[in-house]
């Protein structure tokens, strides 16, 4: 279970720019526990080569982001966030256990390249109420349900074993398209999706796994 666990954090990153390489990524824990205080971090930058951009210098208005956290009942709430060196945090404090999400869908003011940029970031928290027991509850990916580009997997990706997550864009497979995969070690597989939106890739390291595409 502990393998399960230390997986279910991951991300997502989508731009319509082909040129704009900087991501927009949540790192925290991706377990918590009932009644206790869950840390969050938020980073811009170049997430290949650990390089985040100093918060006062974030482009346009990408500051002004919104921290979403959706609880395991589906309530969601705005979380604040304040300012770093080298990224933005929040915290929260979880009533019940079970799977709460966090998620930023911000579009930037400015235009870059002729487009704009729009970025999406997720991030899954299983809190508990101490130990897990056996397998635990059933793995539940969470997205907003307006979301334009998500990423969906039947279960937790498994150290050593082949995954296959399917991307979804405007509610349609996201077919014959390029994404990365990107490992705790931050190690990149350029990928491609076959007609059903689907890729499969061999999870090789224990961590939070990154999931991209332009």
């Not at 709460?100 to 508990?128: D, G, M, P, Q």
Request: glycine fraction near 6%.
């Amino acid at each position: 279970m502990k393998t399960k666990i230390s997986l279910l954090f991951f991300f997502l990153v989508f731009s319509i720019s082909s040129v704009f390489a900087h991501a927009l990524w949540i790192e925290t824990a991706s377990t918590g526990k009932k009644g206790q205080a869950q840390e969050v971090k938020i980073f811009f930058g170049e997430y290949e080569s650990n390089e985040p951009d100093s918060a006062a210098k974030w482009f346009s208005n990408l500051k002004d982001f919104k921290l979403i956290l959706t609880a395991p009942n589906g309530t969601t709430k705005v979380l604040t966030s304040t300012p770093d060196i080298h990224f933005f945090k929040a915290n929260f404090t979880p009533a019940e256990g079970g799977f709460y999400r966090l998620s930023i869908v911000h579009e930037v003011a400015a235009i870059y390249e002729h487009a704009k940029i729009e970025y999406y970031t997720y991030a899954n928290v299983f809190v508990t109420d101490g130990e897990v027991i056996g397998d635990g509850p059933k793995y539940s990916p969470l997205f907003p349900a307006n979301a334009l580009f998500t990423v969906h997997l039947d279960s937790a990706p498994e150290f050593g074993k082949l995954a296959s997550p399917e991307f979804v864009f405007h509610k349609s497979a996201f077919a014959n398209q390029s994404v990365s995969i990107i490992d705790p070690g931050r190690k990149k597989q350029e990928l491609k999706t076959d007609e059903s939106g689907k890729c499969n890739f061999k999870v090789e390291k224990n961590g939070q796994i990154f999931y991209r595409s332009f």
